[in-house]
């Protein structure tokens, strides 16, 4: 069956509409899936301790900086594919058709079809790609400078525990101690050797230091609840400790003055990418048109090309060229001050690490000082030539000075760890 002659315009349409969905296919980013969540925290059994890099990726699996990474690097890729498309916008579809009316006009018809193509301006294609590579630069070291913040979070945590793990343990060994102390009294005071008041205070003694250790316990107990709320890990990660020195070339590779060296040229971009995209864009217009004058005539086809040009757009892209300049503005002062403060906080860093060093020497020189006058008290009182008071108020100056030891250790541990962070160093 012959199709009538006014539908042959609409079949061209529906060509044109299809060539246009192409197109528009071209210009327009597909969806991107995220990423699948990354494997699983490495989880250590009882007894055997991770380490500082296995803690570090088991904690960022579980934080909002996994997320967030992966965010950004999703809208980098989606800009990407903006850039790399034909045309500058989607489409359009024009579809128009116009009938005479009256004796003079009877069986007038007019059928238009046509398309239209956004267009790049010149340079602007290039521009977008750019931004777009910058965008996707700053994504990587978005995520670089965050997995360094979260280190600082799980070297922080880690040295908690460890402090807290090594105070339970000195208060378990005084406690074991002073139980032996207790019980050896009590043997000698049936025996006759002792009074009964010494029995008392090596008893009290032997008490305090039974809280002391549950104490101790209880602290263990909450902050490893909060390592393991951070990294899904149950023991405290290995030592981690100073590799490298500090040089000039380290501060230039820390992630933080990577990330503000990426800002930088994404601002840049940014910027450029502003100038040249003002206003909207000009489209390229493809039209069919049918014409029958009246009944009886015959038809008439013409292809029309038409280019819409925008202008006076000027003045409409002056907010967004002056929020680009803003954000390059900022960019360039974030990262001159960032100098400073890295130099600085690396500065800091080494002189706590000195100072921390020195104090803990010390105080591992007095705890082996007062254990062994505390060991020469116990063999002295054993033999009678010592008051029990004076062999307790030695074991109890011994066991302050084993927990403050424990305690400057764990110092020692932070200012390594600022060392690390003040390098840029991840585990």
Same mark, same amino acid.
């Given at each position: 069956?012959?199709?009538? #002659? ?9 060509? %044109?509409?299809? +060539? ?8 327009? #980013? #597909?969806? %991107?899936?995220? #990423? ?12 055997? /301790? ?19 990474? &992966? ?7 989606? =800009? ?13 579809? =024009?579809?128009?058709?116009? =009938? +005479? ?7 007038? &018809? ?32 978005? =995520? ?86 951070? @990294? ?37 971009? /940014? ?14 217009? %493809? ?27 000027? @003045? ?101 760890? /600022? ?9």
């Amino acid at each position: 069956m012959k199709s009538p #002659p006014w539908l042959t315009p609409w079949r061209v349409a529906c060509v %044109i509409a299809g +060539g246009a969905l192409g197109c528009s296919a071209l210009a327009q #980013p #597909p969806s %991107i899936r995220t #990423p699948a969540s990354a494997a699983a925290a490495v989880r250590a059994a009882t007894g055997v /301790r991770p380490t500082m890099a296995q803690a570090l990726d088991a904690a960022w699996t579980r934080s909002l900086y996994a997320v967030e990474a &992966r965010g950004r690097q999703t809208h980098a890729q989606a =800009e990407l594919r903006v850039a790399e498309a034909w045309l500058a916008g989607a489409p359009t579809l =024009e579809l128009a058709q116009r =009938e +005479g009316r009256g004796t003079a006009a009877d069986g007038a &018809r007019e059928t238009d079809v046509g398309v239209a193509l956004p267009l790049w301006r010149l340079g602007q294609r290039q521009q977008q790609k750019d931004a777009a590579d910058a965008e996707s630069a700053w994504a990587s070291a978005a =995520e670089r400078a965050a997995r360094l913040r979260l280190a600082a979070q799980v070297r922080d945590l880690a040295n908690q525990l460890k402090r807290s793990e090594a105070e339970w343990q000195e208060a378990a060994q005084q406690r074991q101690l002073l139980d032996q102390l207790s019980a050896d009294v009590e043997r000698r005071v049936k025996a006759g050797d002792l009074a009964p008041s010494d029995a008392m205070a090596a008893k009290a003694d032997m008490l305090a230091a039974r809280v002391l250790e549950r104490e101790a316990q209880q602290a263990y107990v909450a902050q490893r609840s909060a390592w393991t709320l951070l @990294t899904g890990l149950a023991a405290a990660p290995e030592t981690d400790e100073v590799r490298v020195q500090a040089t000039a070339a380290t501060l230039d590779e820390h992630a933080e003055a990577q990330l503000a060296e990426a800002a930088v040229q994404r601002a840049s971009h /940014r910027l450029a990418q502003a100038q040249a995209q003002r206003g909207a864009p000009p489209e390229l217009g %493809i039209g069919l048109r049918q014409e029958r004058p009246g009944l009886g005539q015959p038809r008439q086809n013409s292809v029309a090309l038409s280019l819409r040009m925008p202008f006076g757009t000027q @003045t409409q892209s002056l907010p967004g060229l002056a929020a680009a300049m803003a954000e390059q503005d900022l960019a360039f002062a974030v990262q001159q001050r960032l100098r400073l403060q890295l130099e600085a906080e690396l500065t800091l860093a080494q002189g706590h690490l000195a100072a921390s060093q020195a104090q803990a020497q010390a105080q591992q020189e007095r705890v082996a000082l007062l254990r062994e006058r505390a060991q020469l008290l116990q063999k002295s009182f054993q033999a009678g030539e010592s008051s029990l008071p004076e062999l307790l108020r030695a074991l109890a100056a011994a066991g302050q000075a084993s927990t403050a030891h424990a305690r400057q250790q764990a110092v020692l541990g932070q200012a390594q760890a /600022r060392l690390h962070q003040a390098l840029g160093q991840l585990p």
